[in-house]
Every structure is written in structure tokens, then in C-alpha cells.
């Protein structure tokens, strides 16, 4: 911990508080830090049991601390989390730290001769609140099937392109448009983003024929995450439904998938869209019924917002060309209509085809109910689908939002390689 002295009256040295922040910038700025927490009004063990919930990390104090120095509120302090092997006279040079312990397998926070389990810490931690922002559900009582399909479905498209373009609509309330395009640019494609205008009805059939120009100049259709129309009325995803329902627009899709074997991709509020249309799991635009698999409201009632652990099931689909039936991913979500519901029928149909492309899986690798893992509830634990030929992908998790500055301190393989897949099956 770096400290900050306090004087009498309550007030931080600001030229030492000047200095310690410096040297904590410049060391974050080298990577040096791995993990970092202000002291607050809960003290030294407020700061080191968050740090500790984050990824469940245990924490072993020094003999030598002050029990009652652990809960003095010493605003403007920091506390580092630093690899092992840092030499810290050398990066704290000028800096008074001190240092507080080691973190440890054990899922415990030890303090001499007390051990705290982390699990019951937090969840004693969260109990307060449980009642107004709920983070459990009813347990589902069986688990979920392990699912497998490592098979790839070899087809290319019978037009080689060096830059393929891919057609994104920006509907009212779409928010994921830029990191999006940002992915597909870095993969090589060229992206042609469309704002969707819908003040006048003049402005929505100009949308409309341009929406279908666009689509029969492109090689991929991506639909972005975000909250079209406000996810009203009755349900995510219905207003990009009801535009791609357009006759124009319907051909200029059947005619990139069936005539010039393009890619369609659909990611959160686009994976709504792409299972309302029936574009997953059939193919094709198509009329649905009670029967048709949908993405309904999360069971714990509301939105969440996490990062998640998916497993690549199924190689069917161009789009996981460049991993493995196996590979688990660390991947944000942020819905609040994110769970998979199909019947027997269908989950079988899409399990023989190799359609089932992903599952939201545990620490140990394995598909779960566990809403602290499957987040929405899925059925079976799924979290991606695709068209019988695997050239239509839906999925819930955020695949764009990578970078070597997003979510560094969670730990797992962030990037699926989802867009130099699908720019690189035109090559």
C-alpha cells in the first residue's frame, strides 16, 4: 500500500499525494500493476476484500499489520497488486509504501491466525441488497447438456473478395456500432454503416430501398447490439425485425445467403433480431409460431451487465474458423432479454446439425444454471445458435469488445477471432 498522510484537521499532504500519484501513473503506464484499489471509508479490509471478489482471489496479510490499522478510513491511499518478482524499492523509489501480504489459492483471507472464506464474505457483503437488486434465482435442479459437434462445413464463397464490405444498419437506440466496425476494419473488411431514419414515413421508405441497395452491395450483414426502438414495443429486437420483413430488404437477405453465399451476423440486440426473423436456427426469413425458439427476459427480472465464460461447441459456422471445439472465452454481456428458450424438438434438431454453437460454462469448463456463469438463464446453457449452414450467427456476448486496455484485469481469452474469420471466408 502506498499511504497518505492526514493531518489533524482532515487533510491529505497534497504535495506527498502529488508525488505518489505520479509514481503510481507511471507505473500502471510501464504494466506494472495488476490491480489496484483507493482506500475508502471501510479502510484496508474494505479495499482488499473487493480486490479479493473480483476473481475470488485469496489474500494472506503480513504478521507484522495492526489489526486496528485495517479499518482506519485512509482516504487517498492505495493499495497495488504487484507480481511477485517486482523489485518495489526500485519502482517506489522516493514513494513510502508498505507491504500488506500475498495473495494465495486458498480462497480465504488469512489474518494470523483467522480465516475468512471469500465466498461467504461476499455474499454476506451482498445480502443487504439482495432484496431490492437481486443477484439469485430459484435454483434449476439437473444440469445442462455438454454439448459437442466438431465437424466444419467447408464451404467458401464462389467469389473471392480482397476486402469484403459489410452492410451495418444503425437503428434508434443501436450503441454498439462503433467498437463493431472498429473489429471488422482491424479484420480487414471495409464497413458501410447506414443510419436508419424513422421521423417520417418518406424518411422510413428511403431507409428501406437504401437498406436494400446496401445489402446487394455487401458480402456480410452485421446487426449491432444496442436497444433498438427503446426494446419496445413487446420485446427486444422487434423494430430491426419489422425492417428486415420489408419485401425489398427480405430478397436482398435471401439473395446474399442463397445466391451469393454471404455471412450474416447478429450480436445482443442483433441476435434478437436474427431469432425473431427466423434467420436462426432456419436460414431463411421466415413466419413464426409458439413453437419457434426465442431470447425472452433474464429469470432474475432484469438487466445484467458481466463478463461471462462461453465454450465454442460447434466448428459448423465460417465464423469460428479460427478456434476450437473446446476454447472458452472470457466475453461481457449486457441484456436484459438474453435467455435462450427452445422446445425438445428444436434444441435436438439444432444439436444434430451442429447449430448450437456455444454454452455459457463454470470455472471448471462445463456448461451451467449457475446464474453467477449463465447470467439470463438460458436453456441449456446456450449462448450463440446458427442457420443450418452456420453462415448465420447470433449470439448474446460482446465479441467487439476487445483491446488490450478492455476489462485487463479479468482474466481469460478475450478475443474469439470471430472477425478475421468471417472477413478472411472471402479470401
Known amino acids: 500500500m502506498v499511504p497518505l498522510k492526514i493531518d489533524e484537521k482532515g487533510l491529505p499532504d497534497f504535495v506527498q499525494l502529488d508525488k505518489n500519484y505520479t509514481v503510481i501513473h507511471e507505473m500502471i503506464m510501464k504494466g506494472k500493476v495488476l490491480a489496484s484499489h483507493t482506500v475508502r471509508s471501510g479502510g484496508i479490509s474494505e479495499a482488499v476484500s473487493k480486490m479479493c471478489f473480483g476473481n475470488m482471489i485469496g489474500f494472506r496479510f503480513e504478521a507484522s499489520i495492526d489489526a486496528r ?5 485512509l482516504y487517498g491511499s492505495v493499495v497495488l497488486e504487484m507480481d511477485e518478482n517486482s523489485n518495489l524499492d526500485e519502482l517506489l523509489k522516493g514513494v513510502e509504501y508498505e507491504v500488506l501480504g500475498v495473495t494465495q489459492e486458498k480462497k480465504a483471507i488469512d489474518f494470523k491466525d483467522v480465516s475468512l472464506d471469500i465466498e461467504e464474505l461476499c455474499q ?4 443487504p441488497l439482495e432484496k431490492v437488486f437481486p443477484t439469485n434465482t430459484e435454483l434449476v435442479s439437473g444440469a445442462p447438456k455438454q454439448y459437442k459437434y466438431e465437424k466444419r462445413n467447408n464451404i467458401k464463397p464462389s467469389v473471392s473478395v480482397a476486402k469484403p464490405r459489410i452492410f451495418m444498419p444503425i437503428f434508434p437506440g443501436t450503441n454498439c456500432e462503433y467498437d463493431t466496425a472498429k473489429a471488422f476494419e482491424k479484420a480487414g473488411g471495409a464497413v458501410d454503416m447506414l443510419v436508419i431514419k424513422n421521423l417520417t414515413s418518406a424518411e422510413i421508405d428511403e431507409s428501406i430501398r437504401e437498406m436494400a441497395k446496401r445489402i446487394d452491395n455487401s458480402q456480410i ?19 430491426i425485425a419489422t425492417a428486415f420483413r420489408n419485401p425489398r430488404v427480405k430478397e436482398a437477405v435471401m439473395r446474399l445467403l442463397k445466391q451469393r453465399d454471404g455471412l450474416m451476423l447478429g450480436i445482443c440486440n442483433g441476435f434478437q ?16 409460431n409458439e413453437d419457434s425458439p426465442t431470447l425472452t427476459f433474464n429469470t432474475i427480472g432484469r438487466h445484467v451487465s458481466c463478463m461471462v465464460r462461453t465454450k465454442i461447441t460447434s466448428t459448423l459456422s465460417p465464423w469460428f474458423n479460427n478456434v476450437n471445439v473446446g476454447d472458452v472465452h472470457t466475453i461481457a454481456v449486457s441484456h436484459g432479454e438474453g435467455r435462450f428458450v427452445a422446445n425438445k ?15 455459457y460454462v463454470d470455472p471448471d469448463n462445463n456448461a451451467t444454471y449457475d446464474i453467477r456463469f449463465n447470467p439470463n438463464g438460458s436453456f441449456e446453457a446456450i449462448e450463440g445458435i446458427t442457420s443450418p449452414d452456420g453462415r448465420v450467427l447470433g449470439k448474446m456476448g460482446h465479441s467487439e469488445r476487445i483491446g488490450s486496455n478492455v476489462a485487463k484485469n479479468v482474466p481469460g481469452n478475450k478475443d474469439q477471432k470471430l472477425f478475421e474469420a468471417g472477413v478472411s471466408y472471402f479470401k
Do not use: C, H
Open 273 to 288: 433480431a436474427l431469432i425473431k426473423l427466423g434467420l436462426v436456427p432456419y436460414g431463411e426469413i421466415r413466419d413464426l
Open 124 to 127: 454476506k457483503w451482498q445480502e
Open 345 to 359: 424438438e428444436v434444441l435436438e434438431m439444432m444439436e444434430k446439425n451442429g447449430q448450437i454453437a456455444t454454452q
Open 221 to 239: 450483414v452485421m446487426i449491432p447490439g444496442g436497444f433498438s426502438g427503446g426494446d419496445e414495443p413487446d420485446g427486444s429486437g422487434k423494430f
Open 69 to 73: 490499522s485495517l479499518f482506519e478510513p
